[in-house]
Nanobody
Framework: QVQLVESGGGSVQAGGSLRLSCATD????????MGWFRQAPGKEREKVAS????????WYSDSVKGRFAISQDNAKNTRYLQMNSLKPEDTATYYC??????????????WGQGTQVTVSS
């Protein structure tokens, strides 16, 4: 059973930084795509970043490009989302997710518990 354990949310002022962690087992870490999603109250869930299983390719949404970055610790089977220059509009519950190709798209079928990020102005 795939398990994703998130940590690292919190409250910061605009311009501050937070780092989210997503820990999993070795198989999931090496074989699955991992994505970071967020959902703010009253808004649809939005994918903000993702990484391929080989870690060879990263993707960021336009809304976070240049401010957020994925990093990883292979020894801990953990990936991180470093969030810098945070804005109030980044306030949301953040989720990491894992998945693989189903047909022509990557389907994220496994989800972490979510962690709240609140950015005050």
């Amino acid at each position: 059973q795939v398990q994703l354990v998130e940590s690292g949310g919190g409250s910061v002022q605009a311009g501050g930084s937070l780092r989210l962690s997503c820990a999993t087992d070795a198989y999931t870490y090496r074989r699955f795509y991992m994505g970071w999603f967020r959902q703010a109250p009253g808004k649809e869930r939005e994918k903000v970043a993702s990484i391929t299983p080989s870690s060879s390719s990263l993707w960021y949404s336009d809304s976070v490009k240049g401010r957020f970055a994925i990093s990883q610790d292979n020894a801990k089977n953990t990936r991180y989302l470093q969030m810098n220059s945070l804005k109030p509009e980044d306030t949301a519950t953040y989720y990491c997710a894992a998945g693989g190709w189903e047909g022509r798209t990557v389907q994220y079928n496994y989800w972490g518990q979510g962690t709240q990020v609140t950015v005050s102005s």
